[in-house]
């Protein structure tokens, strides 16, 4: 953290993430696109009406071709939407994930471990994919790209396991850093082309095949459902999947029995600001 600077607190990091979250709201609400929010702050709405105490970001899912829309919108309009801005391959060649995030540069954040890129307090944006459980080609070549991408895209090798396992580790991952490290803008490109392989048809299943090819895939009924639904976060109404419990039990199980105190914990390593 540079000097001076005094460190935001987990609170102030919410306020500020909060504020990226209402803009997005507005632009997609003024287009008529459609957004959800998902995970940690789909459960914050349902469970806490607001953030979870503990959490440090923000999730919202995006189905792919409102997805591309907003890219655009961001692109097009980069002047108009500051102090916020998009950091997606296609707008920054130093962006390290193949997702996309929204944020405030009135803020910075600094990653103990992640490649820095340039951000501020965010909302993750994950785009949402038709899925084919009967193509074991797509998935594989996914699988692969997403560690490829995970290696290159922090500062040193993640250490995780015992010493030996770590030290068998360390040649592969300097092979793939050598081999990737300076084309990986190209290969979160290729994934996300590759993502998309299913869209043009119709499938029963949905997921951010960009991020999580491992995890969970929900049934389409789950998110579009018979009409749209709207929790608040925060005392704002924010637009949530159809049937939102099938798809958070999906995820985590029983999501409304809290965690054991010692997770109560945020999940991103890295320290925030204002400039």
């Given at each position: 953290?540079?000097?001076n600077?005094?460190e935001?607190?987990?609170?102030?990091?919410?306020?500020?993430?909060?504020?990226?979250?209402?803009?997005?709201?507005?632009?997609?609400?003024?287009?008529?696109?459609?957004?959800?929010?998902?995970?940690?702050?789909?459960?914050?709405?349902?469970?806490?009406?607001?953030?979870?105490?503990?959490?440090?970001?923000v999730?919202?899912?995006?189905?792919r071709?409102?997805y591309?829309?907003?890219?655009?919108?961001?692109?097009?309009?980069?002047?108009?939407?500051?102090?916020?801005?998009?950091?997606?391959y296609?707008?920054?060649?130093?962006?390290?994930?193949?997702?996309?995030?929204?944020?405030?540069?009135?803020?910075?954040?600094?990653?103990?471990?992640?490649?820095?890129y340039?951000?501020?307090?965010?909302?993750?944006?994950?785009?949402?994919?038709?899925?084919?459980?009967?193509?074991?080609k797509?998935?594989?070549?996914?699988?692969?790209?997403?560690?490829?991408?995970?290696?290159?895209?922090?500062?040193?090798?993640?250490?995780?396991?015992?010493l030996?396992?770590?030290?068998?580790?360390?040649?592969y991952?300097?092979?793939?850093?050598?081999?990737?490290?300076?084309?990986?803008?190209?290969?979160?490109?290729?994934?996300?082309?590759?993502?998309?392989?299913?869209?043009?048809?119709?499938?029963?299943?949905?997921g951010?095949?960009?991020?999580?090819?491992?995890?969970?895939?929900y049934?389409?009924?789950?998110?579009?459902?018979?009409?749209?639904k709207?929790?608040?976060?925060?005392?704002?109404?924010?637009?949530?999947?159809?049937?939102?419990?099938?798809?958070?039990?999906?995820?985590?199980?029983?999501?409304?029995?809290?965690?054991?105190?010692?997770?109560?914990?945020?999940?991103?390593?890295?320290?925030?600001?204002?400039?």
């Amino acid at each position: 953290m540079p000097k001076n600077k005094k460190e935001l607190t987990l609170q102030e990091i919410q306020k500020a993430s909060f504020k990226v979250l209402l803009e997005i709201k507005k632009i997609f609400d003024e287009n008529g696109w459609d957004y959800y929010l998902a995970y940690g702050t789909l459960i914050g709405a349902v469970r806490h009406k607001g953030f979870i105490p503990w959490d440090d970001d923000v999730d919202i899912w995006v189905p792919r071709a409102d997805y591309e829309k907003f890219v655009q919108y961001c692109i097009d309009n980069k002047k108009k939407l500051k102090p916020f801005e998009l950091h997606h391959y296609k707008t920054n060649k130093k962006y390290i994930y193949p997702i996309a995030r929204f944020s405030d540069s009135r803020y910075s954040i600094k990653y103990n471990i992640a490649k820095d890129y340039g951000l501020g307090t965010f909302v993750d944006v994950y785009p949402l994919d038709n899925y084919d459980e009967t193509d074991k080609k797509q998935k594989k070549i996914i699988h692969k790209y997403e560690k490829i991408i995970s290696i290159c895209g922090n500062k040193t090798m993640v250490k995780k396991g015992n010493l030996l396992r770590n030290i068998l580790k360390y040649p592969y991952y300097k092979m793939v850093v050598c081999r990737y490290a300076s084309s990986l803008n190209k290969m979160i490109a290729k994934i996300d082309t590759v993502c998309q392989k299913n869209n043009n048809r119709q499938t029963n299943r949905f997921g951010c095949l960009v991020w999580n090819c491992e995890r969970c895939y929900y049934k389409n009924e789950w998110l579009y459902g018979k009409g749209k639904k709207s929790l608040k976060f925060n005392g704002t109404l924010f637009r949530v999947p159809y049937d939102y419990d099938r798809i958070l039990r999906e995820i985590y199980g029983d999501y409304m029995v809290l965690p054991p105190v010692e997770e109560q914990v945020g999940h991103h390593d890295y320290v925030a600001y204002k400039k």
